[in-house]
C-alpha cells in the first residue's frame, strides 16, 4: 500500500522548478566587490544602507531650495547736499521723495535700477494695483501716507522690490 497522503505535500514544489545545484544570480557582469556586496548584504544592512542614503538626500534638500542671496542695489533721488536737478541712485539716504530700498533677487542691480529709472521718470504710466513691465509682473502696496513699495516678479525666480514716495 501507498504510505503517502493524496495530494502533493504542502509548500512543495515539482521536480522541474526546485533548483538543484548553484544559482546563477546575473551579476557576472559586476566584479566581485558588486557580487559580494549585493548577494551578501542582510535585510537589516539593506535598511541602513537606504536610511543613510535617505539622510543624505534630507540634508542635501534645504541647500538646493534655499533662496538667492537678496543684492541691496542703494536708492535714487537726491541725497543730502547733492548739487543737480537730476535724481542718481546712491547709498546714502534720500532727502524728499525718492526711491529707497532697492534690492534684488536673482536679478542684476542694473535690471533694477533700470526699471527704477523708468518708473520714476514716469514711463510706466498707471501701475495701480499692478502692471506687467516688459518680461515682469509687477505689484504696488501702500504702506503709509505717502510711502508704497512695488514688487516686480518674473520668470526664474527673479525679483525686484522698491519702495517710493516722500
Do not use: K
Not at 539622510?55 to 534638500?61: E, N, Y
Request: proline share 7%.
Amino acid at each position: 500500500m501507498n504510505q503517502r497522503p493524496f495530494g502533493p505535500q504542502p509548500n512543495a514544489l515539482p521536480n522541474c522548478a526546485t533548483p538543484r545545484g548553484p544559482v546563477d544570480l546575473g551579476f557576472s557582469r559586476y566584479s566581485w566587490p558588486a557580487r559580494v556586496l549585493v548577494t551578501q548584504m542582510t535585510t537589516r544592512s539593506v535598511s541602513v544602507v537606504i536610511a543613510l542614503a535617505a539622510a543624505c538626500l534630507l540634508v542635501s534638500m534645504p541647500a538646493a531650495a534655499s533662496a538667492a542671496p537678496v543684492r541691496h542695489c542703494g536708492n535714487y533721488g537726491h541725497p543730502a547736499g547733492h548739487e543737480g536737478g537730476r535724481p542718481i541712485f546712491t547709498h546714502e539716504e534720500i532727502v524728499g521723495a525718492g526711491v529707497f530700498g532697492i534690492r534684488t533677487r536673482v536679478a542684476r542691480c542694473s535690471t533694477a535700477r533700470r526699471m527704477v529709472r523708468r518708473f520714476w521718470a514716469g514711463e510706466w504710466g498707471d501701475c495701480d494695483p499692478g502692471c506687467r513691465r516688459g518680461r515682469f509682473t509687477c505689484r504696488n502696496r501702500q504702506v503709509g501716507d505717502e510711502v508704497w513699495t512695488m514688487r516686480c516678479t518674473a520668470a526664474g525666480g527673479r525679483v525686484v522690490r522698491f519702495g517710493y514716495g516722500a
